[in-house]
């Protein structure tokens, strides 16, 4: 990686702005090639399905345990907000489906509030933000169809808050349940909450939309 460019308090040119901008990007690893795994059609659906287990499914409810794990933490070596948003809606999208049946629907909004960070063993080792919403995702998902039934839905939106850290090896508790269930849309919120304390680590709120059914 080159040094990083000296820093001047005074207006930076289009050029060092250009050459900052740069640098930060190196820094994120910009340049590492992907192995070929990730080149793979599944590959991010099996990155949700390594994290998450031990599945409980009702009518308005679905939790499951996040095990935070190396590979979906950021640079800082905290749990990557994308992992984060991933898992909402996954979970969240489950939830939807569990309670409007299995109907074909779509995400419409997401958010993530981000409070705290889950950790690794050492320092800054902290599950990565992506995987946190992969697993909200992936539970949402699943709470949704169990109250909606099998069918087709997709994620209009995922709302996620960071409250704490989860180390790596830790167990994480993710529970979905329905906030609300129309004709055509379903509203879950995921909590992820560390197994040992039952500290809440992250909120996420999925809204999942169902899609119409064709008339001929």
Sequence with gaps: MPPPPPVNPQRLSPAESRERTLYFFHGLGVDVPLPVSAE???AYTSLVRAIVSSAAVTSSRVSCTLTVSPAVANQYNTLHGGAVAAVAEAVGMACARAAAGDKEMFLGELSTAYLAAARLNNTYNTLHGGAVAAVAEAVGMAC???????????????????LAAARCDSEVDVEAQILRKGRSVVVTTIDFRLKDTKKLCYTSRATFYIMPVASL
Excluded: H, K
């Design 40 to 42: 793979r059609p599944d």
């Design 144 to 162: 949704a169809r169990a109250a909606a039934g099998d069918r087709e839905m997709f994620l209009g939106e995922l709302s996620i808050a960071y």
